[in-house]
């Protein structure tokens, strides 16, 4: 017996789940198959790539470097069958990107360089990008002038599908002459009382406050009452409200390198949970080039290191 292309597959979703009962959830089969194949695959390497403990499964030395290996056969075959796919029938046309601003990852340039590997692959579909400001978390989905978007979750409307592409710290972002400016890092506890500079309510259909409110970390674990110093659309608002000392605000950590003025600080958030860069469609959707583009995403992620 050799090693066959579901033994990879269960063993990656082992390896990103880190949980044998989650992993077999993502592949719909039964955990014991799944363990069973598992064992067999290392059986078939002659290595332990997988460490098993009360507390959840971890990568050995082994399956750290077979993991790495695995994905590339898993991107290639997929390469391969999407080629063929676009051979028997080739997809053309136009596709409507929505890219909300300040979403994670866009200040890193990631959408940017998923887009580029997509038209490279794919020269006869013309890509059309348009920005949207915070008060559109879903990036013109609901009203249809995007067909796909890259967004910061949450995204909270009916009908639309999320797939997450990356993830970044956060971070706050305070007055360059701030009093806790000049620490490494901050947790919720240290900017209670502080003002907050917030985005205005969403008008996309999308949840009016569900976006802010998430940026805002409202609820609080402690139940802190959130003090709103200013709102604003853009990040150019965002940027000049708390330079004027009305707030401080939570940011992409990404954002730093693309936005930083001297008269701004950017600085670790220790306690709140990074954020989410996702590519997001409606559900109902059935364009062809959508689909493509769908097809395109783990391929293109991976080419990035992901």
């Known amino acids: 017996m050799s090693v066959e292309l579901r033994h990879l597959r269960y063993f990656v979703a082992v390896a990103e789940e880190g949980s044998f009962t989650s992993a077999a959830r993502a592949v719909h089969v039964a955990q014991p198959v799944l363990s069973a194949q598992v064992r067999q695959l290392e059986d078939l390497v002659g290595a332990q790539l997988l460490a098993r403990t009360s507390r959840g ?176 659309r853009t990040i150019d608002d965002f940027r000049e409200h708390v330079i004027a000392g009305r707030g401080i605000l939570l940011c992409p950590a990404s954002a730093a390198a693309y936005h930083g003025r001297p008269e701004l600080v950017f600085v670790a958030a220790e306690d709140v949970p990074p954020a989410h860069v996702c590519v997001a469609w409606r559900s109902d959707d059935t364009n062809p080039i959508v689909a493509t583009f769908l097809e395109s995403l783990p391929l293109a992620a991976g080419a990035m290191g992901r």
């Open 57 to 232: 499964v971890t990568l050995t030395p082994a399956g750290v470097a077979f993991l790495e290996g695995a994905r590339e056969v898993l991107s290639m075959v997929d390469r391969t069958a999407a080629a063929a796919r676009n051979a028997a029938g080739l997809v053309a046309g136009r596709l409507a990107v929505g890219l909300r601003v300040g979403a994670v990852g866009v200040e890193g340039g990631l959408p940017a360089r998923l887009l580029k590997t997509f038209e490279l692959a794919h020269p006869e579909i013309e890509v059309a990008v348009r920005t949207f400001d915070v008060t559109c978390p879903a990036a013109g989905l609901l009203d249809r002038s995007s067909d796909v978007a890259f967004v910061s979750l949450p995204v909270a409307a009916p009908g639309i599908e999320l797939r997450t592409v990356a993830t970044e710290p956060r971070v706050y972002v305070l007055p360059a002459g701030h009093r806790l400016a000049g620490r490494a890092q901050l947790t919720l506890t240290d900017v209670a009382g502080l003002p907050w500079v917030t985005a205005d309510v969403a008008t996309d259909g999308c949840d009016p406050t569900a976006w802010r409110d998430d940026w805002l970390v409202n609820p609080r674990p402690g139940g802190e009452h959130i003090t709103i110093g200013a709102i604003g």
